[in-house]
Structures are given as structure tokens and as C-alpha cells.
């Protein structure tokens, strides 16, 4: 009788427990469900693909022509060769430039890469104004690193000061397609008397120009391939053609002339619908912060964007200032004559899809310039 009462004890104990955990589970608001539920699924960082890298990491200044590209993009979007762009800082402090490619994406098509090297004025070289600067593909690291292809020369003034770009496309190709090709390139610069002149990489502390940063850097340009077209698709029916096109189901059926007994009644609705009032179908606001939710420690520009949002209801007749797709005219037809119960309204949704461009680190503190289609709702409309 005392296992009894023990093994029975020891259940409402359990069921104490289980109630407990319900009840506690219970008591999150909405938004902690939510969160919690999220947290299960792939979140919008994967859809990005890219990390959070968290907001709490320090990070280096991004390049200033990176940020000036950025800038510059955003008054021009046609300026960029793709719509991704990378900076690969070097990793050495002497002639010779060393990148790690292997945050590239092998998916992409490589439109241009080049060089961006930081020089300083130089003082007077006994009597030299000009000086040599020779870019060699290193064949083998192993052997002397001179020793390699000639990619490009340039004749470069002493007294100017500024960034050089040297275009090595072909190069990089290379490089990504065969990555044990990757030896780095080796800067050699000589007078013209042909005098061996000592260059090598300075930080961006010694040369004054940016803080944190080097001032050599390979800049990749490429495409992922992602179709730029997010337009809506053109319907069958124009914006007067749309009410004449319920007025013909209003003609010849019974059902829907009960719903409006005179041809005059649904002109006046279908005009008061292009008026767009404040409860049907239209664009609203919707600030994305990035602070707020999370991604401050990776996105550099912009701090936030506005997503718009589409809210509001597509009543019959669908007038033109909806946007209705066919598909929608002929549901809300069905829909006004209660064919189907299992057929409600057109449902307000985004019908035209913008993109925004993203200045970020990704996980090899690399700065990236990419375009995110389909982040913007440009318009609205009875879907």
C-alpha cells in the first residue's frame, strides 16, 4: 500500500511539473512565441547568406573608396559591373600582395578585378621625376619572388599621391578558378635609369591616409547570376476594362445583379474603389533598424531601410488603383458570388519587388558591396 501511495504521489508530482512548464511557456507574450519560434527556423541572416557576425565585435574602418563607391552607387545603381563587390585587404607589408579568396563565391562570374594600391608623393630621387612600377603574377612562392609573369607597367610621377588601379581580371580568373595558382603579386619599381627603387605596403597608419587599414587591397567585381526582373507581369486587362469586365458577368448572371441591381451602382463603386480609402489595399511604412534587430556588428551602410509594407483590403469591383492581377478579378467575381466557401478575397500583397545594396563584413572581415533583390515592396496590389 506505501509503493501505492508513493508511485502515486511521485505522478501528481509529475503532472505538477509538466503543468508548470506548460504554464510557463504560456506566459510569454506574442513576441517572445515568436522569437522562440524563429529561433527553429532559417532566419533571414541564412536568406541573406550571409552571418551575423555580432553586434558586440570591434571592428576595422571599411576603405574609403569602399564607402565612396557605396555612396556613389546609390545615385548610380548602373555603375557597378555585377552586383557584388569585394575588397580583399593584403596580407603582407612588403612587395609582395598576398589575398585570401576563399570567402569567393565559386558560383559567380568575375567581371573585373583590380589592384588598388595607396602611394605617397616620393621626395626628389637624384634628379628622377618619374619611377616604374612593374606588376608580376608570382609563378611558384618557393623561388625567388621576382621570378614570375609580367601582368602590367606603369610610369608613375614622383610628386602625386593617391590611389593606382591596375586591372589583373584575367589574373584573378585564374586564381579563382585554380585556387594553387594563387602566389600573390609582387610589386618591383625601378627609376628610369633602372635602379631598383625599394616599395613595399605600408599600413594606413604610416601613410596617414586611413585609420586601421592597409592601403593595398584587390578589388573583385562579379555577378551571382540573380535575375534583376522583379516587375510585375502585365494583365489582360486594363484599368477601364477591368470594371466593364465584371459588368459583362453582371449582365448575364442572376446572382451577382442582385448583389448590384444597376449597371451605375457598380461604375460608382469601382470609382469610389480608384480613390484608394485609407481601408483598401495600398503601401505603408515599415522602418527596418538595423540596431534593433541585431546586425549593427556586421552591416556598415545603411543603419536602416525602409521595407514598406501592404496592408488593406481588395474589395469588389477591383479597380485599376489595385493593381489586380486577372487571377484576382476572377477570384473576386467568385468570391462576390459565394461559389466557393473555401474562396475569400485577393489578398493584398507587394506586386513589384525593389532592391537595396548592403555595405557589410563578411566572415573574413572582408568589406562587401552586394545587391539584395526583392527587399523592398515597390508597390502594392490585389493579388
Known amino acids: 500500500m506505501a509503493l501505492l501511495r508513493s508511485l502515486y504521489l511521485f505522478k501528481i ?32 541572416n541564412d536568406a541573406l547568406q550571409v552571418r551575423d557576425a555580432g553586434r558586440h565585435i570591434v571592428r576595422k574602418n571599411a576603405p574609403r573608396f569602399m564607402m565612396e563607391m557605396y555612396e556613389e552607387h546609390l545615385r548610380n545603381p548602373s555603375i557597378l559591373q555585377g552586383n557584388i563587390v569585394r575588397s580583399f ?30 602611394r605617397r608623393a616620393r621626395a626628389v630621387l637624384s634628379g628622377h621625376h618619374f619611377y616604374r612600377v612593374d606588376l608580376y603574377e ?48 609582387l610589386v618591383v619599381s625601378t627609376l628610369t635609369s633602372g635602379h631598383w627603387l625599394k616599395m613595399y605596403v605600408q599600413s594606413a597608419r604610416e601613410t596617414g591616409y586611413e585609420e586601421n587599414t592597409q592601403n593595398a587591397y584587390l578589388v573583385v567585381f562579379s555577378n551571382d547570376g540573380r535575375s534583376r526582373s522583379s516587375g510585375k507581369g502585365e494583365g489582360v486587362f486594363t484599368s477601364g476594362q477591368i470594371t466593364e469586365f465584371s459588368l459583362e458577368f453582371l449582365k448575364y448572371n442572376s446572382s451577382l445583379q442582385s448583389v448590384f441591381p444597376h449597371r451605375r451602382s457598380i461604375h460608382k463603386r469601382a470609382a469610389k474603389n480608384e480613390q484608394l480609402p485609407i481601408g483598401n489595399c495600398q503601401r505603408t511604412p ?47 467575381i467568385v468570391n462576390t458570388l459565394r461559389l466557393s466557401s473555401k474562396v475569400g478575397r485577393p489578398c493584398c500583397v507587394p506586386d513589384n519587388l525593389q532592391p537595396i545594396s548592403l555595405l557589410y563584413f563578411d566572415d573574413e572581415e572582408n568589406v562587401v558591396l552586394k545587391q539584395y533583390d526583392e527587399m523592398v515592396a515597390g508597390s502594392c496590389g490585389c493579388h
Not at 21 to 42: F, N
Not at 90 to 116: C, D, H, M, V
Open 13 to 44: 508530482l509529475a503532472l505538477l511539473l509538466v503543468f508548470s512548464v506548460l504554464s510557463a511557456d504560456d506566459s510569454k507574450t506574442p513576441e517572445a512565441r515568436a522569437i522562440t519560434d524563429m529561433s527553429k527556423q532559417t532566419t533571414w
Open 89 to 118: 585587404a593584403a596580407q603582407s607589408n612588403g612587395a609582395l600582395l598576398l589575398f585570401n579568396l576563399t570567402s569567393f563565391g565559386y558560383q559567380e562570374i568575375i567581371t573585373k578585378a583590380e589592384i588598388r594600391w595607396f
Open 138 to 185: 608570382v609563378l611558384n612562392s618557393k623561388v625567388e619572388p621576382w621570378r614570375g609573369n609580367l601582368i602590367l607597367s606603369r610610369l608613375l610621377s614622383v610628386y602625386t599621391e593617391g590611389w593606382e588601379v591596375f586591372n589583373i581580371t584575367q589574373t584573378v580568373t585564374n586564381w579563382i578558378l585554380n585556387s594553387i595558382t594563387n602566389n600573390g603579386i
Open 286 to 332: 515599415l522602418y527596418v533598424d538595423f540596431v534593433k534587430i541585431g546586425w549593427s556588428g556586421w552591416i556598415i551602410s545603411p543603419s536602416g531601410y525602409n521595407a514598406y509594407h501592404c496592408s488593406g483590403s481588395c474589395p469588389f469591383p477591383l479597380s485599376g488603383s489595385l493593381r489586380p492581377t486577372n487571377h484576382a478579378i476572377v477570384q473576386s
